[in-house]
């Protein structure tokens, strides 16, 4: 109605504006957060202008424990929720860092993570197409256009799924034994995940390396996570 407010968007701006006014907080803090929140989009199937959010966060800690306690976290919530069929994919934005280098398209590394992380929605195909698009006028900056030969690695690296984790994780090994950098960092990362998950118990039935997980905004820089529901994955 013109009024200079807003409705609360997401729980994350408050925990950042405690974290910020409070320097002594002990590290790792950890909180966790249930309420209301708004998003200012057409009501449509699946996506709603209000409903309650979950948050659970830990400020202050590199150790990938801390992304093993996220999956932790979400396991034990779907267990409480009486909620047996999920799957909890994930995959780090280090290893898809060195994809974006081994292709050339670091400098449009945050388009490339967009579009690879729609593949569910429009499929290889669709994505492969994405990828090759040209600009459509000078000033379209999301185009990424990658060459055939680029996208043809895209999609071996997509197709990257081995029969179980430790196929999966060697077969990664593969894709980047030719490079340094982010690529291998990756992959140590995910190995790391993969380890302290079976250290604790977490059945792998319930959880997966899932490379077309992407997030396409820039402050991921590690460990990312989505949860489907097996049973009814739309």
């Known amino acids: 109605g013109g ?3 807003a409705l609360r968007f997401d729980l994350t701006v408050s925990l950042a504006r405690v974290v910020a006014a409070y320097s002594d907080l002990p590290r790792p803090f950890k909180r966790y957060q249930i309420g209301r929140v708004f998003r200012g ?12 959010q979950l948050d659970f966060d ?11 306690e996220v999956i932790q976290v979400m396991y034990e919530v779907m267990q409480a929720l009486g909620i047996n069929n999920f799957l909890i994919s994930f995959n780090t934005r280090k290893i898809l860092n060195g994809m974006a280098e081994t292709v050339g398209a670091k400098t449009k590394a945050r388009e490339m993570f967009r579009i690879i992380d729609k593949v569910e929605k429009i499929g290889l195909d669709g994505v492969m197409a994405e990828l090759r698009r040209k600009p ?5 900056s999301s185009a990424v256009t990658l060459s055939t030969k680029e996208t043809d690695k895209v999609l071996a690296f997509l197709n990257i799924r081995g029969s179980d984790t430790n196929s999966t994780l060697a077969r990664l090994e593969d894709f980047f034994a030719t490079e340094r950098g982010a690529g291998q960092e990756g992959v140590k990362e995910l190995g790391g995940m993969v380890k302290k998950l079976r250290l604790l118990g977490i059945p792998e039935r319930n959880w997966q390396i899932d490379l077309s997980v992407a997030r396409g905004l820039d ?7 989505e949860t489907k529901l097996t049973d009814y994955p739309e």
Request: net charge negative; glycine share 8%.
């Open 136 to 140: 459509d006028n000078e000033w379209d």
């Open 41 to 52: 989009e057409r009501a449509q199937a699946g996506r709603f202008r209000e409903f309650t």
């Open 58 to 68: 830990i400020i202050g800690s590199r150790s990938l424990f801390a992304d093993v």
């Open 219 to 225: 402050y991921y820089t590690g460990p990312v996570f």
């Open 3 to 5: 009024d200079d407010m």
